[in-house]
């Protein structure tokens, strides 16, 4: 680092009625915050408190309005969640299926830190806007395609024949929707002027999250639908001791995990298919 002095304005201030001095310092591009900050605390910090025992060390500036912002931030974020699970737990009349729905806000996040990686940018203030709005547009996604399972089931389709032809009717519609907003954002991440800079964090977590968790919505998602039901009825075998028939295509609306008589079951032609727990 370089270090010089500079004159500056002959007054003396204050901050919380105690006498203070500012040191600021203007980052080189690409250099890491954070990584000053903790070097700063865990190297420099203990010596000068040492030989200084009058005098404290705090951070003001951007990192001050950054460690506000975090908290404030963590507060609402978790806020939000809390009123989306209400939202949709009341729209779908059931507990684990918001769960379900938002299983892809973290993957949403992976994929900003991945967006992040590969364009060398650093987590800032903006990154978290980036974040928030992919939640809502992955969230959207998971809305569509249990939704879809949701209606052909109150038809009467079986668990897993509403998930596959919930799958197949709404891939084109999620795929879409994903790879239009990655696509739309792509000339903001590959922009150079100088005054689309600072949205840069934005635009790229909101791009790479969206696009990871597209794969979320088609291939995680439904994998842990049919977990949830396969545990939904070893528990209601476990509650009732009734035997719950098979996961499969044939299952009813009435046993919710039923399956009706099928000559390719497990069991004997005319038989239904059931459940009993591995021994």
Do not use: C
Request: net charge negative.
């Amino acid at each position: 680092a370089d270090v010089s002095f500079s004159p500056s304005y002959k007054r003396i201030d204050r901050r919380d009625r105690k006498r203070s001095a500012m040191i600021t310092g203007e980052l080189h591009e690409g250099v890491d915050r954070a990584a000053i900050m903790k070097s700063f605390k865990e190297e420099f910090a203990p010596e000068w408190k040492r030989n200084h025992l009058n005098v404290s060390l705090a951070e003001r500036g951007d990192q001050e309005e950054q460690a506000d912002f975090m908290k404030e931030f963590i507060s609402l974020y978790v806020i939000a969640l809390v009123a989306m699970y209400m939202l949709i737990a009341i729209g779908f009349g059931s507990y684990w299926q918001p769960i379900l729905i938002m299983t892809a806000i973290p993957f949403g996040f992976m994929g900003a830190a991945f967006g992040h990686f590969i364009f060398g940018l650093n987590f800032a203030l903006f990154s978290f806007f980036g974040v928030g709005a992919a939640a809502g547009v992955v969230v959207n996604d998971n809305l569509v395609l249990i939704d879809t399972v949701n209606r052909l089931r109150a038809e009467g389709e079986g668990a897993l024949s509403a998930l596959v032809k919930a799958g197949v009717s709404r891939f084109r519609p999620i795929l879409l929707t994903s790879l239009t907003t990655f696509l739309g954002l792509l000339p903001l991440m590959f922009s150079r002027a100088t005054d689309a800079q600072f949205l840069m964090p934005t635009v790229v977590a909101l791009a790479w999250g969206t696009f990871f968790a597209l794969f979320v919505t088609l291939f995680f998602v439904p994998s842990l639908y049919v977990i949830g039901v396969d545990i939904a009825r070893f528990y209601r075998w476990a509650w009732t001791g009734k035997e719950q028939a098979e996961f499969g295509e044939g299952a009813s609306k009435e046993s919710d995990f039923a399956t009706p008589t099928d000559s390719t079951a497990h069991g004997q032609p005319g038989e239904p298919n059931i459940y009993r727990p591995a021994e």
